[in-house]
């Protein structure tokens, strides 16, 4: 059985933010995981909480692996993001 091969960047984000942009936060990292790994041969995944957390999980304990666990940390900041007390955290 493979291994799962860790994230290389956590994305932080306000999830209206994506909504309201219709996807396009997503499609973004989505985006940035395949060109990354076009340009270097190497999978690059991203960590996302929407495919990382399921329901059930104590997702504050996740959203803290998944930091501890990255290389980058790729913050979307919006006006939102800062009104965010968790963002800001």
């Not at 209206?16 to 940035?32: H, K, Q």
Request: proline content about 7%.
């Amino acid at each position: 059985m493979k291994k799962p091969i860790a994230p290389a960047a956590f994305l932080s984000y306000v999830h209206d933010d994506d909504a309201n942009l219709n996807g396009r936060i997503t499609f973004f990292a989505e985006r940035l995981s395949r060109v990354a790994h076009l340009l270097t041969g190497a999978p690059f995944p991203i960590w996302q909480d929407r495919g990382q957390i399921n329901w059930g999980d104590a997702w504050r304990e996740r959203i803290d692996s998944g930091l501890e666990s990255v290389t980058f940390f790729l913050p979307v900041i919006t006006p939102a993001y800062f009104n965010s007390a968790y963002c800001r955290h």
